[in-house]
């Protein structure tokens, strides 16, 4: 059973992880945001519209790898930890954390007086329960590998628990702000949530109109500070253009999109557009176990074959930067650290004569319509340079929906993929790349090398030890090339009567929870 109300705690005590447990996106910050033109005042209530492109596909916290249902989620559910603006670790429904002096243990001090959307109390239990849960693998939640250190989860009490390390882990506070790791009521169950989410957020789940649009309405019940909104309500438009036009005749409020054209039109009269860079990569996803991918020289080809600066031009107008695989600020690859940082069709052809392929491969590829609006651009530039080398990209489009369970599955050659980027890169490749990872299946792509240079990574607590360990992981996934690494873009975020809404470089739209509608 469920404790009810607790005593009050202590301050916010010292977060004794250094080097990644927090971390300040320098150069990537998200602006503050601005009110619209004639800077009117912001009003109380309301009902706010953010239009998006496709329909949430997953309710459930744990297995959400949509953006469109992650950025529902967000608002519905609470984590341990939580990011601030700057993407700094900060407390969430943990308000304080302490680790050991060996570095095995971490206490967490969990925040009085929280209940779920269904008024039950939240405790110790649901951490327990949720932790537990997201480690089982038969729950296939696609972030259990944030857990891998973690050997034991204790409650000592209602207002505590108490994770046992193998070894230290200096990427767990950042990793634990992700809402695949949101803490689940104990007495719920997968099938309730996935229809009626129940929360501890500052939103509520109040309804759904399948194709239509999804609606949340303020938690009055919240922890922290109330949103000003009465409600936000996620309507579904297929594309960008259409709702910018929704924007345009005041159907729409606010908006994230991905097309910088698109972005251009939207700036008019009383729309405002916010440019934040994002973590987020746009990669050229190659499966390492399947046909002619297995050689790694058919990898190496693949990628000597390709401009990325061309992809980026042609797909996104130039915003955005050719990227290596990690973005992460304080981690951040270097794009010329590869086989071949400029196209070279000479190379890529020595490369399949290598391979014995010097006739030339096919590769089947999965496209995702309508998750954003770049991808088929993207694609369809990628299997016009390929073709020169002899390297047939065809391609498969599908809808949002489809396109995640085909990915999630591992059930594709190649999948022209946008990734969420993560401050920490553990967080954001070790589910991937080890060989325990939860999402290996994805990439295909493991080795002992790269599950000992994880492992050092979340144990380092020195931010420059760390540095070279992922400086070795960016330069292994390189020269194996598992994945093409192509670009990091902008998210421009359009608003028409709004303020107070903060855009984010990992591109969460947490703080719905901030925003006003303006008088």
């Given at each position: 059973m469920k404790a009810g109300t607790r005593a009050q705690r202590a301050t916010i005590a010292t977060i004794a992880l250094a080097a990644g447990a927090a971390l300040t996106l320098a150069g990537c910050s998200a602006p503050s945001s601005t009110a619209p033109s004639g800077d009117a005042a912001a009003v109380a209530g309301g009902n706010l519209v953010v239009g998006v492109t496709a329909e949430p596909d997953n309710l459930y916290p744990w297995t959400a790898t949509q953006f469109q249902a992650v950025n529902?989620?967000?608002n519905v559910y609470g984590t341990l930890t939580e990011y601030d603006q700057d993407l700094n670790v900060?407390?969430?429904?943990?308000?304080?954390?302490e680790v050991s002096e060996d570095g095995l243990t971490l206490t967490f001090d969990l925040r009085d007086g929280v209940t779920f959307e269904d008024g039950s109390a939240f405790d110790s239990a649901d951490v327990v329960y949720s932790l537990n849960a997201i480690k089982d693998e038969a729950t296939a939640a696609v972030s259990r590998a944030t857990l891998t250190s973690v050997a034991n989860i204790?409650?000592?009490d209602a207002d505590t628990v108490v994770l046992t390390l193998t070894a230290p882990d200096a990427a767990l506070p950042s990793n634990l702000a992700t809402i695949n790791m949101a803490i689940l009521s104990s007495d719920d169950t997968?099938?309730?949530l996935a229809s009626a989410p129940n929360g501890t957020g500052p939103f509520?789940?109040?309804?759904?109109?399948?194709?239509q649009s999804l609606t949340l309405t303020r938690n009055d019940a919240y922890w922290g500070e109330a949103a000003s909104l009465d409600s936000v309500e996620f309507r579904i438009i297929p594309d960008e253009t259409s709702i910018v036009s929704?924007?345009?005749s005041g159907n729409v409020q606010l908006a994230v999109l991905s097309d910088p054209l698109v972005a251009q039109t939207a700036e008019t009269g009383t729309t405002t557009v916010e440019r934040t860079p994002q973590l987020s990569y746009h990669a050229l996803q190659l499966n390492a176990s399947r046909g002619d991918l297995a050689d790694v020289n058919v990898r190496l080809a693949v990628q000597c074959a390709i401009d990325r600066q061309q992809v980026l031009d042609t797909a996104a107008l130039g915003e955005g930067e050719v990227t290596g695989p990690i973005t992460s600020p304080a981690f951040r690859s270097d794009p010329a650290a590869r086989p071949c940082p400029e196209r070279d069709l000479d190379k890529a052809a020595q490369y399949l004569d290598d391979a014995g392929k010097s006739g030339g491969v096919t590769i089947d590829a999965i496209v995702n319509q309508s998750g954003y609006a770049t991808s088929v651009a993207e694609a369809q530039n990628l299997a016009a340079q390929l073709a020169e080398a002899n390297i047939t990209l065809n391609l498969e489009v599908l809808e949002s929906g489809a396109y995640v369970d085909r990915w999630v599955a591992g059930d594709f050659d190649a999948a022209v993929a946008l990734n969420g980027g993560r401050p920490d890169p553990d967080g954001a490749y070790s589910r991937y790349f080890t060989s325990t990872g939860n999402l290996n299946?994805?990439?295909a792509y493991s080795s002992p090398e790269l599950d000992a240079l994880f492992a050092e990574g979340r144990a380092a607590s020195d931010q420059g030890e760390r540095e070279d360990i992922y400086g070795q992981i960016s330069e292994d996934l390189e020269n194996n090339a598992p994945w093409i690494w192509l670009f990091t873009g902008f998210n421009y975020t359009a608003m028409n009567g709004v303020t107070g809404f903060v855009p984010l470089a990992n591109g969460s739209l947490q703080y719905l929870r901030t925003a006003s509608l303006t008088a």
């Open positions: 529902v989620l967000q900060v407390p969430g429904l943990a308000e304080s954390w204790e409650a000592p997968a099938e309730a509520s789940f109040d309804s759904r109109i399948p194709n929704a924007m345009q299946k994805v990439a």
